[in-house]
T-cell receptor
């Protein structure tokens, strides 16, 4: 059974803190993605990685960075958290090719106060 | 204009009803199309891919109209368990990235 796990289901951080969100997949997928989901805006792609140490910016990369040191692990970093980064963060993975299913993790609800 | 647009709903239908959702996309070069389903407080999961010739999976039928740039999802004989948000998903440009619509919420009532 395919599995994508995220380090926390709920996280509360203060403005200005550095925040790490971790995602691990056990399917040996090359592609990994970070999205945020907000009411009325749907899922928006933050960053995409197609291989270890390789990344591409998505639609809303400002204020975020990513790290992929191992194939199974993709981290999202908020260098200095702000209240407008309060959101649901979803990680996904897939094999290469847009025609293939993306498998999502359960999400991390981040609140920045 | 958003790349992928959906009516957010909610669509409130009785059990057994037939319901249809449409989704429009702005990039005529889009190549891949999907419907994902997202239950309340859960992650999205693939419901079905949408092929040019249309495709059916049990009670679910998906259609693609490239000329008018929309895709549709038809659900027949609605069940209570069909209550969810349905996300229209498009690959708008070359590469692996997908664009998600805002979702259409369906509530099936007894």
């Amino acid at each position: 059974d395919v599995k994508v796990t995220q380090s926390s289901r709920y996280l509360v951080k203060r403005t200005g803190e550095k925040v790490f969100l971790e995602c691990v997949q056990d399917m040996d997928h090359e592609n990994m993605f970070w999205y945020r989901q907000d009411p009325g805006l749907g899922l928006r792609l933050i960053y995409f990685s197609y291989d270890v140490k390789m990344k591409e910016k998505g639609d809303i990369p400002e204020g975020y960075s990513v790290s992929r040191e191992k194939k199974e692990r993709f981290s999202l970093i908020l260098e200095s958290a702000s209240t407008n980064q309060t959101s649901m963060y979803l990680c996904a993975s897939s094999i290469p090719g847009p025609q293939y299913e993306q498998y999502f993790g359960p999400g991390t609800r981040l609140t920045v106060t | 204009r958003k790349e992928v647009e959906q009516d957010p709903g909610p669509f409130n239908v009785p059990e057994g009803a037939t319901v249809a959702f449409n989704c429009t996309y702005s990039n005529s070069a889009s190549q891949s199309f999907f419907w994902y389903r997202q239950d309340c407080r859960k992650e999205p999961k693939l419901l079905m891919s949408v092929y040019s010739s249309g495709n059916e999976d049990g009670r679910f039928t998906a259609q693609l109209n490239r000329a008018s740039q929309y895709i549709s999802l038809l659900i027949r004989d609605s069940k209570l368990s069909d209550s969810a948000t349905y996300l229209c998903v498009v690959n708008p440009r070359a590469g692996n990235m997908l664009t998600f619509g805002g979702g259409t919420r369906l509530m099936v009532k007894p």
